[in-house]
């Protein structure tokens, strides 16, 4: 709860809504025990935020990943992992993109392209950095900040 007694994700949550960006609402990183099977399929309203947050007061607030965001997650978790998503571009400059970081580590958000969904995974491991896809129609999410699970700024 934040000063006010509001849930602490709440108006961050409102907020990813203003931006129409299709979000999940989490027990600890598992927005299935709150939300129930087809989690990636519920889309929040403002009131159902609202309803959600009021009763589970410590939910998460996530971002459902893939094309029905447009948005993919590339998650470096190490020293090793920041040197792995470098060596990517290699000479060239990493891009510019909004980014946040977990206990863990930082949280790249580059666009979703429909070229990815051959791929047909919701993640995986290039070297030690982990790119979550939400590809091939599975799900993928990623919590987002002021989620406090793991680690993110209160």
């Known amino acids: 709860m934040d000063s006010n007694g509001t849930p602490r994700c709440v108006n961050a949550a409102l907020d990813y809504l203003e931006r129409k960006l299709p979000i999940s609402v989490c027990e600890g990183k598992d927005p299935g025990r709150i939300v129930g099977k087809g989690w990636q399929h519920k889309r929040f309203t403002a009131a159902a935020v609202e309803s ?7 939910a998460n607030v996530g971002i459902i990943l893939g094309k029905v965001s447009g948005i993919i997650d590339i998650e470096c978790d190490s020293a090793e992992a920041e040197r792995d998503f470098a060596a990517l571009f290699a000479d060239a400059e990493v891009p510019v993109t909004p980014t946040f970081t977990s206990s863990r ?6 666009a979703w392209n429909a070229k990815l969904e051959p791929i047909g995974k919701c993640d995986f491991h290039w070297k030690s950095v982990e790119i979550r896809l939400g590809a091939g129609g599975k799900a993928a999410q990623s919590l987002l900040p002021p989620s406090s699970t793991d680690g993110f700024a209160r």
């Open 52 to 58: 959600t947050f009021a009763r589970h007061p410590e």
């Open 105 to 110: 580590g930082k949280h790249r958000l580059f």
